[in-house]
Structures are given as structure tokens and as C-alpha cells.
């Protein structure tokens, strides 16, 4: 599985965007870039994933740029209830695990 | 739809002593996936059902052992409990189609004294 890499803790005023992002440049080419996130005392949540092109769903946008070394998850409007920790995950397509790192824990304040 | 369930939410077992948790998927689902979540180690997987058949094992001893049934439950077994073993345990359930997406239940706390 490609290591990943993000930042231990980030903070977000509400309503504006939070930009998270998730280095994993030894992914390989058959594995695509998944994003959970996990609010305090719940099981994780799925956002979106992608492997090449940039996804938009109704959670969140995911930039993956073009060697595929890095991506970024976009809130584009943080609430309060954003406030999780999110997990950059490699995954190849036909695997069934989620191999978790340490995530990012994002904090949205007033 | 109803959501991924697992009982008990929370479970208080002495060392030695064995435990088992139960997970029921969404419906419709066949996949199931444990997962053990600790402060130390963070969330990791433990193994992957799918019609009845373990897929995917990950890297836990033998004390740990799972099933599925031929409605897609499934349960975990926990023998001779370490202290170590105190955890929130996760069941994820994805079904054939959307196999990306795997979506989790509330948990099971187990703590071992």
C-alpha cells in the first residue's frame, strides 16, 4: 500500500473553505485516492474518491494532480459539524481494506 | 435504509476471558469488514467477509477469528483477552456494485480489565 502523508491538524472558520491535503507519491497506478473522515464517537464516513481526473460530489471536490503524487480535498463551505478527522487512503480498485494513517484533524471554528 | 448495526455498543470483559460482537450489514449488502480502532495504533483492519468466506485477513493473531452468516451477519471473536485488546471495534459493510464505498457502524467498545 503507498504511504501517506498529511498534516496532523488543521483550523477552518465556518463558511469558508477548508483545503486538505495528502501526499502519497509512491501510489501506483492501479490505486485510486480515497478521503473518510471521522467525526468524534463515530465510525468513519466515506467522502468521495478518484483516480485521475478531479471528482465533485455533493460533500466535497478532490483535486489529484497530474503525476498523481499528491491530492486535496476541498469542504467548500465548512460548518461546524465538518470538524472531523480526515483520512487520505490509497486503495487499489479491487481491494476490499482501507489501510487508515493518522488523518488530518480539522477543526471549524466560529 | 437502515444503517450498519453492531451490539453490544459497549462491553466490559476481564483478561482471559473471550468475547464476541455482532454486525449487521445494510441491507442488501455482502461484504463485511472489521476494523480495531486504539489511540495507539489507530484504526486498523482485521479481515473481510463475503458470502460466508474470509477475502482479506490482516496482520492480528489467531485469537481474533470472525464468520459470516448466509444473511451477510457477521461476528467477531475475541479469545483469551489482553489488556491490549481494549478498542473500539468497527464493522463496515459495502455492497457488490459500490464496492469503494464502505460504510461503518457506531462501534463496540470493549474494555478489558
Known amino acids: 500500500d503507498a504511504k501517506t502523508t498529511q498534516p496532523p491538524s488543521m483550523d477552518c472558520a465556518e463558511g469558508r473553505a477548508a483545503n486538505l491535503p495528502c501526499n502519497h507519491s509512491t501510489i501506483s497506478g492501479n490505486e485510486y485516492v480515497y478521503w473518510y473522515r471521522q467525526i468524534h464517537s463515530q465510525g468513519p464516513q466515506y467522502i468521495i474518491h478518484g483516480l485521475k481526473n478531479n471528482e465533485t460530489n455533493e460533500m466535497a471536490s478532490l483535486i489529484i494532480t497530474e503525476d498523481r503524487k499528491s491530492s486535496t480535498l476541498i469542504l467548500p463551505h465548512a460548518t461546524l459539524r465538518d470538524t472531523a478527522v480526515y483520512y487520505c487512503?490509497?486503495?487499489?480498485?479491487?481491494?476490499?481494506?482501507?489501510?487508515f494513517g493518522t488523518g488530518t484533524r480539522l477543526q471549524v471554528t466560529l | 435504509k437502515a444503517g450498519v448495526t453492531q451490539t453490544p455498543r459497549y462491553l466490559i470483559k476481564t483478561r482471559g476471558q473471550q468475547v464476541t460482537l455482532s454486525c449487521s450489514p445494510i441491507s442488501g449488502h455482502r461484504s463485511v469488514s472489521w476494523y480495531q480502532q486504539t489511540p495507539g495504533q489507530g484504526l486498523q483492519f482485521l479481515f473481510e467477509y463475503f458470502s460466508e468466506t474470509q477475502r482479506n485477513k490482516g496482520n492480528f493473531p489467531g485469537r481474533f477469528s470472525g464468520r459470516q452468516f448466509s444473511n451477510s451477519r457477521s461476528e467477531m471473536n475475541v479469545s483469551t483477552l489482553e489488556l491490549g485488546d481494549s478498542a473500539l471495534y468497527l464493522c463496515?459493510?459495502?455492497?457488490?456494485?459500490?464496492?469503494?464505498?464502505?460504510?461503518f457502524g457506531p462501534g463496540t467498545r470493549l474494555t478489558v480489565t
Open positions: 463496515a459493510s459495502s455492497s457488490e456494485r459500490h464496492s469503494y464505498e464502505q460504510y
Open positions: 487512503i490509497p486503495r487499489d480498485g479491487t481491494a476490499s481494506k482501507l489501510t
